[in-house]
Nanobody
Framework: VQLQASGGGLVQAGGSLRLSCAAS????????VGWFRQAPGKERERVALIDWNGDHQYYEDSVKGRFTISRDNTKKTIYLQMDSLKPEDTAVYYC?????????????????WGQGTLVTVSS
């Protein structure tokens, strides 16, 4: 499975961006996905998770109410809508897939990772 993330860029505080992550190759029949981020000098952290059907989502407290994760399985694409962006949201954002489950995956070891897309929020 290959994951290709896109949609990052430079935006002013309070602005919005939508990240996309397209899966290709031999994709599993069902898999959980998530968005993670890594800011300069910090460890990678979980941002949002979603199950296969899109019925359940999880958000870290720092992004709750501002970010929305969704997926379109017909297009093999997941999205992260980011609104009311803050300078502290600046990071490289990664999408990841866990084929071991169709429910939300809490595993720190997702099997497949995208290459990352840089989001920079200016104050």
């Amino acid at each position: 499975v290959q994951l290709q993330a896109s949609g990052g860029g430079l935006v002013q505080a309070g602005g919005s961006l939508r990240l996309s992550c397209a899966a290709s190759g031999r994709t599993p029949s069902a898999y959980a996905v998530g968005w993670f981020r890594q800011a300069p000098g910090k460890e990678r952290e979980r941002v949002a998770l979603i199950d296969w059907n899109g019925d359940h989502q999880y958000y870290e407290d720092s992004v709750k109410g501002r970010f929305t994760i969704s997926r379109d399985n017909t297009k093999k694409t997941i999205y992260l809508q980011m609104d009311s962006l803050k300078p502290e949201d600046t990071a490289v954002y990664y999408c990841a897939a866990d084929p071991s489950t169709s429910t939300i995956s809490w595993s720190p070891h997702y099997a497949y990772w995208g290459q990352g897309t840089l989001v920079t929020v200016s104050s």
